[in-house]
Structure formats: C-alpha cells, structure tokens
DNA sequence: CGGTAAATAT
DNA sequence: AATATTTACC
C-alpha cells in the first residue's frame, strides 16, 4: 500500500502516544509525523518524566514510543517499568540496528523495535500494536516482533521462534507476560549421582521417571527432567540403543557408537591410573575393563512378550557383553562364529562404513597412540575425542573394534563449577557432598593421564565392540542381545565375571524397530545397574 | 504415565 | 558440529 503522510489514519484514530526521546530533534519529527497520522502525541524529553506521566494516569495513553539510550534512564529500563508496572505496548526506537541490541529490546517487552530513522509506515501502523495488545496480547505481539525484526539480517531461522527472556542485567523479569524462560537444568556431577544412586536402589526394572525422582527427593527436579536424564542415559547403556540402532542406519549406529566412545572413556579414565581418576583403585585391581562378548543370544524370550519387564532367567542364553578382566579372553569359538555373522553393513564394507565412523580399518594389532593429557574430564565432557577407533584383528583373526585411544578435553564442563539456576544443585550437594569429594568423582574423572601404549599395550584398554549375529527364532521378532552386566566398580563383579548381577534382562523396544526374523544384527550388552550410569 | 523422538538450547 | 534438555506425541 501506498505510504503517504497524506493518508489519514483510518483505523482507531487519535490513538494516544507518549512518545520519548531525549533528542529534541528527533522527538520533533517523531511528532510532527505522529500527529500526521491522526495520532494524538504527548512528547517527553526523557524517560523520568514519562514515567512520572504513565504513573500519574497511565490510561491516558495507548502506547509508548521510547527511544533506546536516553541519559537518565535507559530506554530498555523504562520498558521494564513499564512492563511492570502497567500493561502498555512499548515501542523501542533506536540507530542501533545490531541484531543482539534489537534482541535485548524485544526480549525486554517491546512490542517492537525501530531502527531510526523512523520511518512513516512505521508510525503509521503503530496502531497494530495498541490493537494487539488490547486483543490478543502476547501471543500476537510476539508474532508482529516476528516479522518486524526478523527482516534484518543473518540466518534468524529460530532464533525469534521462542523469545523469552534473559535476565542478563540481573535485574528483575519483565511483568510483561512476556514468556519467561524456564532455567534449563543441569545436570551435575552431584545430581547425577543422586540419580545413580536412585536408580540403582530401585533397580532397573523399576527405575522409572516417577520413582527415580520421588528416591531422589529433590524439590524443583521434574518428573521430566528425570525421564529426560533417564532416557540419555539408557541410550548410552542400555542394550535398547544397542539393540534397535542396529537394525536402522547408519546414522543410529554412528550415533551409537559416539555414545559409545563418551561410555568409553570413562572406562579409559577409570583403566588408567589411581591417582588420577578418583576410583577405588582396588575396585580396578589393576585391570583393564574390557568388553568382550562371549556369548550369543538365541532369540526365543525376546519377543516383545517375553520381554516386559519381567526378568528372564538366562545364564547360558544370554550374551554376555561384560567387562572381562584384562587377557581375561573371551570364548574364542563362540566369538569366531559369532563376528563371522556380522551385518553384512559392518563387515562387509568396512572400509566405507568406518571411514564415515571415523573408524580406521586396520589388519594388525592396535597401533599405538599417545593420550594426550586432558584436562578436567568429565563424563559429561560433550567433546570426547577419539581419535581412532581401529579395526583391528584379535590373535584368532577375529575383527574387532578397537577404541585404541583418544583424547578428551572435555573443556570444562558446564556442571563442574556452574551453579544451577535453581538450588536443586544445592540440595543434591548437601546430600551427597562435593562431587569432586565423593566418589561421585569417579563418575567424573578430573583428568586424563598421558598413556603410551606402544609400551605398554595392556595399558590401555582395549574394547572389543564385537558383534554378534543371531538367529532369527520361530517368534520372527528381532535378534536381540542381552548384556550381563558387571559393574567394573564393583571388585566383586569383576572378579567374578560369572556373577550374574543383572538385575532385570528385560528388553523394552519398539515393535517397529524389530529386526526381521533373519535379520541380522549386531548386538552389544548393557551395563547399567552398578553403577554404569555414573 | 512411560517411552520415543523431534525440537531447541548450549 | 555435537551435546544436552525440553517438548510434543503416542
């Protein structure tokens, strides 16, 4: 449409603006052109005395148009106020044209932001805002934002989809219902070892969302937060991920095998020296934790009924993808006919497979790699780094991946000093003690020791990802794998790699995500009851 | 509610 | 780009 200054304003004329701005020239044509509109204009020269006028009878005006930096109180201070203190569309104006200022604006609850020079359509339309302020609210306001600031520049895909606010003045949220923004939890080392400590208590059948949170009575910890923490957690151990992901793409396995390396270096952590991961050394006895499987699974009970959460009693029937103790073998048999069953995906192709795992394929032994040391490990740590996740051959010509090394520098974790917003760090730390004190640490390695394992292999440790292909049984459903766990913190477990700890063998999976009778699939055991999940 | 997976936030 | 959390949904 034609923008003229000539056009009179049709809609709800005399609308009532305060407008304010330090700049007696600006605020001069901002009038003239208000006024051109059909506006009734009230001006201020700055933002105390407007404040004074809303105070004194703020039904006297429709909206406020402010300018942003104004000597006495800043324009977004003003909005505040504003939007604390009565519901009134403000309209901040500025030459600032930066995307983060126009942010700060919008998410201070101006209902828009003008980029001065002011231009006529924009007064023109201002109305919109008196509208949508008095009809729909927030909603629509926000929507207007939208479009009014996102026509600036860079990729703004989400970035306006959610506005919500940010107290990064630390000064008080805006009255305005403009959304605020929920805190978004964090999970400390402490919180995560109540929630250890929860869900080992319960057991794992019985570790769901609402019981885990009700053990750990924590006030302010959502249900959600916990299924949230759950279900990361069970991708990460649970024989679920292992499971299904195989049966899907590559992308899954990728993603697998990525939660792998993080399960893996913690495992690293723990293998490679007392004094530096906060582990009971007595618990390692010196090991190395190694994954072996030595079992296969026959596919009878794992059907989707046999599956609910009722523990099955296999010994001999359950694969076994426990952490054995150093040489501590694995069948050579089994495992021979096993990894000739491999997905034709896995083996068949390794070349390409891993290269886009970032695998390296390789015929021999191990190669050697140095672990540089890092620095303030965490399991959290987001950005573990293996450099070389090799495909290499065991002494019985069996291919296995080898997480050979890596390095972690898992930065700081935000969960390492960061407080959480709310203080249910607080309680999980008054019930638990520091995490860097306490065994929680364990969970958390601090550090990772520089290890050379050209001299000493045995030092590292040495991950057999083996795979394992079975049968598809007469129940047509998928090749399942069920891990017998031992928890490598528990002395006993690992010497004792026949106890049977596994508290629920249960497998939960989605229907759909069942392999066909046939199917081949790899699959890995899980470890989570003892203390895996820490 | 429990589980998943998509959407978002970091 | 990879993770961590939150949401939406079934």
Known sequence: MSVTAAVPLQFPEG????????????????????????????????????LS??????SRFDIVLSDLHMPDISGLKLLEIIGLEMDMPVVMMSSDEKRETIMKGIIHGACDYWVKPVRMDAIQLVWQHVIRKRRNGLKEMEHAMEDDVEGGNEEGSRSMKRKKDREDEGESRNAMPTTVKKPRMVWTPALHQQFVAAVNQLGYSKAVPKKILEQMNLPGLTRENVASHLQVMEKIFSRKIYCYCLVKDTDNYSYMVQKFRLYLSRVSEISQGPEKTYMNPASLNGCNPQLNVVGEVPLQGLTREGTS????????????????????????SKQAKLLHEVPANMLQQPAQMYRSLDFQVSEGTPRSLNLPAANDDSVYGSQSSFSTMQMAQTPYGMPMLNEISGHQHFGHHPLSNQILSNDIEAQALRTVGNPIESNAAACYPLASPMVDFSKDHSHGFHLEMNAIYGNASSVGQGMVSLGEEYGYRNPENIAQPGNNLLVDDSFRMKPESMPRPGCKSLSFGQHFDHGFMS
């Open 15 to 50: 609308i009532r603006v305060l407008a304010v701005d330090d700049d007696q020239t600006c605020l001069q044509i901002m009038g003239r052109m208000l006024e051109r509109c059909m506006y009734k204009v009230t001006k201020c020269r700055n933002a105390e005395e407007a």
């Open 309 to 332: 959460r009722t523990p099955m009693a296999f010994v001999d029937q359950r694969n076994l993808f426990h952490y054995g103790v150093g040489q501590q073998a694995c069948n050579s």
């Open 53 to 58: 006028l809303l105070r004194e009878d703020s």
